[in-house]
């Protein structure tokens, strides 16, 4: 996780009732689950890993995926990010169950290798309930991230955990920058873009605005 | 000792050689005929068709007296043709250019008025040379030191002759310090994949390096931290210990490098893909399923069952396997991993090659899946028993160890074998299998070996020179007379009167072994059955030897195999100080139950004993008792065992 987004954690994380209202576009492919084969060895698709016995997982024709057991990974296909700075990564799920559940995002450069930072926790450990609950989640790639992809992760000590999630998704909204980071954001922006003119000569920099998160609490 | 013509004729039946109508009506060659003849090598040949030149040139003049002119041109008959060119073309014996030869091939033909010395490019003519010049005049290379040249007669006469050979192992490295030190001995014994030196050119080269290390099955990136689903899930969990082969993005990474990396590899390079040497193959739910092989669970849960691994295996735990495979063998995932990298790779560079290995938990074969032709698969022979042969139906170890080998030929056309030919946790003494290797050797050829490497002891040890002569001799041949090559070498190296004595105690050696034991590449003496009082009459045996010896130099070459009888010698003491506690604790009984009883009298007769065994080992640079392990170690834990005071001398 970066700095950033480390310190933005009480605003950007919440917990909603089920149900959210965003109209922004999903980036998560294949978000109803229709058609998915966690099990099989694609490169693309939704994946998904035993970590730590017992553990097995099931789709339901509701468009939900379930994982149970110790431990579990279930990993989305990838998306491309808009390399932007200003932006964040909103990842969202209607999940419930029992145990625990971390949101993590990997982050792939260009030649879909792994980026620096590569894995970004974007919800820590969440205690799961029986309520169903929209869970949302921030996230902030380095500039050399160009795919990402979201990582559920369901764990239980008791090895008796249970996840239900439902209608994933990854949207993309304005950054909010804490005040004092704000200029150091600029400057990275600034760097980063001064790089893409080089690239793109003609494009002009864009102005930076910084923006409040959207409210979340229900 | 083999004579040249039995040799000649093991070639023949069994190599495939074929005779020339031309040579069977031909007179012999008299070699006292040859001092105005001349040797013939093409202005321009490969470096090392001028090199093999030299070597003819070198070692005729030691073994005839004759030093036979170099020359690239020639008029009428009385030439050595020493590989392709103009020259040969034009004369009579051109005919032997009719055809290509593979690159370590050779070809010999003798009539009275030429002889041809020929075959493939970079390796082969050279090699035709060193067959001739053993084969004909009785050459051989000993050590890197010592060739065996002996004067020819006069009026010998060499058989007309038209003949070829092409080594089954096409790649063949014997790892040894004896002879990869020497880069000009190693191509003499034909080894043409030696390593950390590379060949020169001009001495051929090497071959397509077709060995390789583990290396994590080539995942260098995203590590178990961060991504532990990419490693092995074994034991309920993921582990850091190998990868998870069937995980599509360890592919996609691995797949990553590889095509980064293909377009600057040399041609026929293989990229070695291989599992690290560790336990815990991955048990996942994806890997497992590949296992299958397209069975249900429960059929192959119903063909690896304890009771039918029983059966099979003599043990409930299949060779090798540290876990039952209850989902089939994990090669299969190997392969599957490796297969799905080597068709891309076919696609990008068609000449390249994917090597793994199957070794341990791998070391069983698929039942149906199928190796690429572009994969190499590199089967280590580490748990096989060293005490029977492969096959041996009395030795369950070597009769599961047949079985997975045949089971790899009927899946993969091209294997490299992982060979051994030491003894890891003793490397002072016999290692009682020199019967044993050329009968292996032979069946890995069988089940489509195509190379070899073989690991030996550090440099000194043991029989070194003997055991680097053999096993080089059969890594280019296996179906030499392993008994004629131990007896050649013994007579050549040591003289004919001490040979026959060394051979004495390398039989006592052998014959003392209790074969009812089964013991891979690490064993004391104890745990074979050697009896420490065979080290005495052995002792006996090379003073007899060292008396016999002809020259002080010989003598001292006796003394340094003596060693293998001193440590015999010493033996309870070895056992008494480095091994008796460590056997105690595992089976948890009491130390007395399992160390040598020794009186007072005689800890000092074997302190004694270790003493001379200190100081040959110093006199001959010998500084290693276990593979790796320093014989300084040795002394610490005796001095500890004898109870010796701070500074006292052992």
């Known amino acids: ?218 | 000792m083999a004579k040249p013509h039995v040799r000649i004729a093991v070639l023949i039946l069994l190599a495939g050689m074929s005779m020339n109508p031309v040579t069977a009506a031909s007179r012999g060659l008299n070699l006292s005929e040859l001092c105005d003849w001349d040797l013939v090598v093409d202005r321009d040949a490969v470096p090392s068709e001028h090199y093999a030149a030299e070597e003819f040139q070198q070692f005729f003049k030691q073994a005839t007296g004759m030093e036979l002119p170099i020359r690239h041109t020639a008029e009428g008959d009385g030439h050595v043709y020493i590989g392709p060119g103009a020259a040969l073309e034009k004369s009579p014996l051109g005919f032997v250019m009719d055809r290509t030869y593979a690159d370590d091939e050779l070809r010999i033909v003798i009539t009275a008025d030429n002889v041809a010395v020929t075959g493939g490019r970079p390796r082969g003519v050279l090699y035709g040379v060193y067959q001739f010049l053993e084969d004909e005049l009785g050459v051989r290379f000993l050590t890197a030191k010592v060739t065996h040249a002996p004067p020819v007669p006069e009026g010998t006469v060499l058989e007309a002759t038209d003949r070829f050979y092409n080594p089954p192992l096409s790649y063949r490295f014997f790892l040894k310090s004896e002879v990869v030190d020497h880069v000009d001995f190693a191509v003499r014994r034909r080894q043409n994949g030696i390593q950390p030196l590379q060949i020169p050119e001009h001495m051929g080269g090497s071959a397509p390096k077709q060995f390789f290390l583990h290396n994590n099955m080539g995942l260098h990136e995203a590590g178990f931290e961060q991504h532990p689903e990419y490693y092995t899930f074994s034991g309920g969990k993921r582990r850091s210990s190998q990868i998870c082969p069937s995980h599509p993005d360890v592919r996609r990474l691995v797949w990553s490098d590889i095509e980064k990396h293909a377009p600057d590899m040399r041609q026929d390079h293989v990229i070695a893909l291989a599992q690290n040497d560790a336990a815990y193959p991955c048990d996942c739910p994806q890997c497992s399923d590949i296992r299958r092989e397209g069975e249900s669970p429960e059929v192959v849960a119903q063909i690896y069952s304890e009771k039918a691994c029983l059966e099979r295996f003599g043990q409930p735990k299949p060779l090798g396997m540290t876990e039952r495979p209850v989902a089939g063998p994990h090669s299969v995932a190997t392969v599957d991993y490796v297969n799905h990298l080597a068709e891309k790779l076919e696609a990008l560079r068609p000449d390249l090659r994917i090597g793994t290995m199957a070794y341990s938990d791998t070391m069983m074969p698929p039942r149906k899946t199928r190796v690429r032709d572009n994969v190499i698969i590199q089967f280590a022979t580490y748990h096989a028993c060293v005490l029977h042969q492969y096959g041996d139906p009395s030795c369950r170890v070597n009769r599961v160890t047949a079985e997975y080998l045949q089971g790899w030929s009927e899946v993969c056309d091209n294997l490299v074998m992982w060979f051994y030919d030491h003894n890891h946790q003793d490397v002072l003494s016999v290692v009682p299998n020199l019967h044993l290797q050329a009968g292996a050797i032979q069946l890995f050829v069988e089940n489509n070996a195509k190379g070899i490497f073989t690991q030996s002891t550090p440099r000194n040890n043991g029989f070194s020179d003997l055991r680097t002569y053999l096993l080089t001799s059969l890594h280019w041949n296996p179906y030499q007379d392993s008994d004629a090559l131990i007896d050649e070498f013994l007579a050549m190296y040591y003289g004919e009167a001490p040979a026959k004595l060394i051979r004495q105690w390398l039989d006592l050696v052998h014959d003392g072994v209790d074969r009812s034991q089964h013991t891979n590449i690490g064993y004391q003496a104890r745990h074979i059955g050697l009896d420490p009082a065979l080290g005495e009459t052995g002792l006996r045996l090379f003073e007899e030897a060292m008396a016999k010896a002809e020259t002080p130099e010989i003598r001292d070459r006796i003394e340094k195999v003596s060693i293998t009888a001193w440590r015999l010698v010493c033996e309870p003491l070895f056992w008494n100080a480095c091994w008796a506690r460590m056997t105690a604790d595992a089976h948890k009984v009491p130390l007395a139950d399992v160390s040598f009883p020794l009186t007072d009298a005689e800890r000092m007769e074997q302190r004694e004993h270790y003493r001379r065994l200190l100081a040959l080992c110093n006199k001959y640079e010998i500084n290693q008792y276990r593979e790796g392990i320093l014989i300084d170690h040795a002394s610490e834990q005796i001095r500890n065992y004898l109870g010796l005071g701070e500074g006292e001398e052992i």
């Open chain 1, 1 to 218: 996780m970066t700095v950033a987004s480390r310190k933005i954690w009480p605003w950007a994380v919440a917990v909603m009732a089920l149900g959210h209202a965003s109209s922004a576009e999903n980036l998560l492919p294949h978000s109803d689950f229709a058609g998915a084969d966690p099990q099989a060895n694609v490169e693309e698709g939704w994946r998904w890993d035993s970590v730590r016995a017992p553990s097995d997982f099931a789709l339901s024709d509701d468009g939900s995926v379930t994982l149970t057991g110790g431990k579990g990974f279930l990993r989305s296909p990838s998306f491309p990010t808009r390399q932007d700075s200003a932006l964040s990564y909103v990842i969202g799920a209607d999940v419930h169950g029992r145990g625990a559940m971390r949101i993590e995002m990997i982050w792939w450069n260009r030649n879909r290798k792994p980026a620096s930072p590569h894995v970004e926790v974007a919800l820590h450990e969440h205690a799961l309930s029986e309520d169903p609950q929209r869970i949302e989640a921030t996230a902030h790639p380095e500039g050399g991230a160009v795919f990402g992809q979201v990582r559920f992760v369901q764990s239980s000590e008791d090895d008796d955990g249970l996840l239900v999630i439902r209608s994933p998704s990854v949207e993309i909204t304005e950054r909010y920058f804490e005040p004092g980071l704000l200029l150091l954001a600029l400057e990275s922006r600034v760097e980063n873009e001064n790089a893409r003119t080089v690239l793109s000569k003609g494009k002009s920099i864009r102005g930076d605005r910084a923006v409040a998160p959207r409210a979340r609490c229900g």
